[in-house]
């Protein structure tokens, strides 16, 4: 080997060795979370496998994807770990218990293990129980809130969590990053599908 090929070759070595960590760093950071890698940050496995039935009962796939395909389980993990403080995280924990001690009442098993048919019958007895939340202006709740039920609340989590990924926000919404004029007279048939934020 000439000299010049070597220190070609030990530059090329150096300069990998050196941006290497940067790459991994950023493949590892926009890589898709694997249903069965997923480690839950705060919820055992149990309840993890909880959170993951309850959505995709919720919003299963169809022609659009479903809760499970934008990881809606694992934002809500995230968000209990991270958001949540001491009693909320204890609550959510207890509400998952009792929750699969009414399905195995209704139907002899936790949600979880439910088939579809239990699961979907389990879920319209607890959506005529659950209560209502109030409709809202600019994100503000008109009128006092009577309190809604877990079922209700994880409901409206799993729902915020797939409305606000970015799958739904640019391939189911309709999504224009940078909006042209404003029309505020238009027949609404004309607007068509809802938009993203």
């Known amino acids: 080997m000439d000299r010049r090929s070597a220190l070609r070759k030990t530059s090329l070595f150096a300069g990998a060795t050196v941006i290497m960590p940067s790459i991994l760093s950023m493949l590892q950071s926009c890589k898709e979370v694997n249903r069965i890698d997923y480690t839950p940050e705060f919820f055992s496995l149990e309840e993890a496998g909880f959170l993951a039935a309850f959505a995709d009962t919720i919003l299963p796939k169809t022609s659009t994807p479903g809760a499970l395909d934008v990881n809606a389980d694992v934002f809500i993990d995230k968000v209990v770990a991270n958001v949540y403080d001491k009693k909320g995280q204890e609550d959510f924990k207890a509400n998952i218990s009792k929750f699969n001690d009414e399905a195995k009442s209704a139907h002899g098993n936790a949600f979880a293990e439910l088939s579809k048919e239990d699961k979907n019958a389990f879920l319209s007895v607890k959506e005529k129980k659950g209560g209502k939340f109030n409709s809202g202006v600019w ?59």
């Open 139 to 197: 994100g503000t709740a008109v009128g006092e809130q009577e309190p809604v039920s877990f079922y209700r609340s994880l409901k409206s989590t799993v729902l915020w969590a797939y409305f606000s990924s970015e799958e739904i926000g640019k391939n189911v919404l309709s999504y224009d990053p940078i909006p042209g004029a404003y029309l505020g007279c238009i027949p609404l048939e004309e607007v068509g599908n809802k938009w993203s934020l």
